[in-house]
């Protein structure tokens, strides 16, 4: 294993003890259970973590990772705890600039997993080659399709894209 994992969460249960408040958070997480208020669905991109883009910390969003933030039946699945266990009122689907999955569906690449993945995305964005526009069509079609699949569902789905370069999330 790499030694900068273990060396990471080593310092990461060193800060929680070492903040009374931080520690009092965190039991109570344990005693009261999890109660986030978002569910944001969004890239298996190493550059593109919720709990960091978003400055929140343990216990406040529910998080779905999948290469091109599509949806497959794992997916469904984690949405329907999420949206009948959890009570998640808002859901975000959130794409990014520069998708390696989006590029390759664009380019019409495959592999023999990867093209769950790819077709989806390719079915979702049609035509289109401009890679940005597909990136956002993507994460539209994504909500509709949550929106098809949950149709009692009372809260937000709301598309929205990261940019890598300036770091804003835009809705
Ligand atoms: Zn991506």
Do not use: W
Request: proline letters at 2%.
């Amino acid at each position: 294993m790499n030694k900068k994992l273990i060396e990471g969460n080593n310092e990461f249960v060193e800060l929680i003890n070492s903040n009374k408040n931080f520690k009092e958070y965190n039991a109570n997480l344990i005693t009261n259970g999890q109660h986030p208020y978002a569910l944001v669905i969004t890239c298996s991109d190493s550059r593109v973590i919720p709990e960091v883009i978003f400055n929140k910390t343990l216990g406040e969003i529910f998080v779905i990772r999948t290469a091109g933030n599509v949806i497959n039946d794992g997916e469904l699945a984690t949405i329907e705890y999420a949206i009948e266990h959890l009570k998640i009122k808002e859901i975000i689907v959130l794409a990014h600039t520069y998708c390696g999955a989006v590029h390759a569906a664009v380019h019409n690449e495959s592999g023999k997993y990867i093209n769950k993945i790819l077709d989806k995305i390719k079915t979702n964005i049609g035509s289109t080659t401009n890679e940005f526009d597909a990136t956002k069509i993507n994460a539209i079609k994504v909500c509709d399709y949550i929106k098809e699949k949950f149709p009692n569902y009372s809260g937000e789905i709301i598309p929205a894209v990261y940019d890598l370069c300036s770091n804003k999330v835009n809705y």
